[in-house]
């Protein structure tokens, strides 16, 4: 079985600052991938970055980074240069080689302070 | 645009009534997914579909049916036997193409649904 583990249920972080939300990971099937979404009040999911067990070199798009760290099972995610509109719930979430569907973390609550 | 549809936004229901949710979607994805989210918590499985006419259960699925009749379109019944079904449910798709661990879920905006 796999989980996903998000410990901050909720941050604070001053606009144009960097912060770390985390999430740590368990399953034993060599292949999966790990997701970052971004929830929005609206609801939506936003899609935000991949990561796959494979891949060398930690995922970037944009602003968002994923920092892997593979032999601590650990996928955090970084955003820098916080903006008022990064103000969401994000989750970290798994797909397994096994399992295509998402498994998903409880979520961390950001909050981005002017 | 190309993107998933959900309607409606909102849906109210009455206790022992069936109600579907609609879920379409125009990116030209194979799979499908369905998925509840409860207050303060992650997003749990409740079916999902990798091809046109079938589909497996997920993690919760007692109470719930669906069908998948065309590509685009993946309906959610939320039967009178499901419980407690007042939750925020969120359709989801992807391309179903390479690994399967590579395969990037996209979402719709969502359903509200409130049982009085």
């Known amino acids: 079985a796999q989980k996903i583990t998000q410990t901050q249920p909720g941050m604070f972080v001053q606009e144009k600052e960097a912060v770390t939300l985390d999430c740590t990971y368990d399953t034993s099937d060599p292949s999966y991938g790990l997701f970052w979404y971004k929830q929005p009040s609206s609801g939506e999911m936003i899609f935000l970055i991949y990561?796959?067990?494979?891949?060398?070199q930690n995922a970037t798009e944009g602003r968002y980074s994923l920092n892997f760290q593979k032999a601590r099972k650990s996928a955090n995610l970084v955003i820098s240069a916080s903006q008022l509109g990064d103000s969401a719930m994000y989750f970290c979430a798994m797909v397994t080689g096994g399992r295509r569907a998402l498994t998903f973390g409880s979520g961390t609550r950001l909050q981005v302070q002017p | 645009d190309g993107g998933i549809t959900q309607s409606p936004k909102y849906l109210f229901r009455k206790e022992g009534q069936n109600v579907t949710l609609s879920c379409e979607q125009n990116?030209?994805?194979?799979?499908m997914y369905w998925y509840r989210q409860d207050p303060g918590q992650g997003l749990r499985l409740i079916y999902y579909s990798q091809i046109v006419n079938d589909f497996q259960k997920g993690d919760i699925a007692e109470g719930y049916s669906v069908s998948r009749e065309k590509k685009e379109s993946f309906p959610l019944t939320v039967t009178s036997a499901q419980k407690n079904p007042t939750a925020f449910y969120l359709c989801?798709?992807?391309?179903?193409?390479?690994?399967?661990?590579?395969?990037?879920?996209?979402f719709g905006p969502g359903t509200r649904l409130t049982v009085l």
């Open positions: 989801a798709s992807s391309a179903r193409r390479g690994a399967p661990y590579t395969d990037t879920q996209y």
């Open positions: 990116l030209n994805h194979d799979a």
């Open positions: 990561q796959g067990s494979y891949d060398q």
